[in-house]
């Protein structure tokens, strides 16, 4: 059940009456079940500040992408016999050949790893999960946790190990383009990203982002109303979200960008990239180095909806590791390139 703490300040204050809300498991966490559409956007956004009593104004968030969250039944997912342990998965219509898996519980709500289907099925489990949330959490309340896995993509086997710090460091108020809420608890958490990639018993590099993560919780909305992610690696920076739309705002958009591969990967002297694409899609491809540089980019006019194979070269380029980059001016994917 929800609880909600009510502080009333005669004595030592103006007499203001205000609330801060606790975040529950049966008023926030998932259920199998959910379908909640979204809008996401991929521009910088100022979180604005903490503390208790706040109000924060999103109204203004420039759109990128329309989607839907859904939680489902893990055992009608591709991926179920890979996470016996997890009791709830989670997909988007904007990457529609990725399943989430978690284990939710009274007490946590836990990320036990990804799979993709896609041509290479990759599968990310965490041996030591990550966690996401504990219930109760109120605010000035902070968890923290480490979680790892490993996977191989294409002969590159990488090792993923996470740090989180989170803290309830604000509540108040906040107007998305959507509508505005009242009595919402803001989560910051700080997740440190290290992959350590090898072949074989070759090490080849180590790859380390940062992440602060913005979440307002409403009272009695089982995702976060608003979200927003900044990330840096190397210097490069990016920041992402979403926030709660109402069905007549969705555009959907699932033909775009479906999926990215690489083949061959790792790869010598060419390779060729296959995803799915609208007809007239501009969809620009880039090559970027571990530093951040883009050391390559080209620009194609889709001239038919579906699978997309394009060829690139790599003779101009020394043994390493990068990453390909592709996007249609509104939604990103990427992979990682080894050459040798």
Known sequence: MKKMYILFIALLSTGTLFSQYTITYSGNCPQIGDAIHQTYFNHPVDPGPAGANQTWDFSTLMESENGIYQAVDPDGTPFSNDFPESNIAYTYSSSEDVYTYGQNSPSEALNNGVGFDEADMTVIHYSDPATLMIYPFSYTGT????YYG?????GLLTHERGTINAVADAWGSITTP???YNDVLRVKIDRVVVDSMWIGSLFISTVTVNYTDYSWFAPDIRIPVLC?????????YDTTGYYIASPQQINETTDRLAFLNIYP???RDHI???FKAKYGDQVSISI????????FRQDNNILSTGIQNIPLSLKEFHNGLYLVKISDGTKVKSTKLVIR
């Open 143 to 146: 968890f923290t946790d480490t």
């Open 150 to 154: 490993e996977y191989t993509i294409s």
């Open 178 to 180: 959507l509508q505005s």
């Open 228 to 236: 927003i992610t900044m990330s840096e690696s190397q210097g490069v």
């Open 265 to 267: 990967n790792p790869a």
């Open 272 to 274: 060729s990239i296959t």
């Open 288 to 295: 970027i180095d571990m530093s951040g540089k883009e050391l």
